[in-house]
């Protein structure tokens, strides 16, 4: 997988984004106030993240997909050490990421790739999407706060 940065006048892989994230008013928010990286295979965008910057010293992950095509090939992880590796180059001294209770393969992931839990945000998700999110056969209520020291 080759990983660019994405250019402010390309349109954004939002199928891929909305796998990650349901709700389109939020992804074309933090888009816009983020860097998004895509991954390509064969010329094609096959993964997506979006690193955002919260303060001087810490960014966040804010989205990270890879087309369900291409799942269980590691494409997960080389997205989410290129986003580490982006954020230490531009500065960063850590990175955060969320995702939901019921998510249960990407808190695998992210704490296999170094990050720890660092909070729950109770109730995240149904306090911010208006439909229900079952994932997993769980309902996704909370949202599972790590943090990645650089």
Do not use: W
Not at 83 to 105: C, H, K, M, P, Q
Not at 109 to 114: A, D, E, I, R, V
Not at 115 to 120: H, Y
Request: with cysteine; hydrophobic share 40%; charged share 25%.
């Amino acid at each position: 997988m080759d990983i660019r940065l994405l250019g402010r006048d390309e349109e954004l892989p939002m199928q891929l984004l909305l796998e990650a994230d349901p709700s389109e008013e939020l992804v074309r928010e933090y888009c816009a106030g983020g860097l998004v990286y895509a991954g390509e295979l064969a010329g094609e965008i096959a993964g997506v993240y979006v690193l955002s910057p919260l303060s001087n010293a810490a960014a966040e992950i804010k989205n990270i997909a890879v087309a369900e095509s291409v799942r269980g090939q590691g494409h997960g992880r080389k997205l989410l050490l290129h986003a580490l590796s982006e954020a230490e180059r531009l500065g960063f001294g850590n990175v955060e990421i969320g995702t939901g209770n019921s998510s249960l393969g990407q808190l695998a992931l992210y704490q296999k790739c170094g990050f720890r839990i660092d909070s729950v945000d109770r109730d995240f998700f149904t306090r911010n999407y208006p439909e229900p999110i079952i994932e997993n056969g769980i309902p996704c209520r909370d949202m599972i706060r790590l943090i990645y020291m650089i």
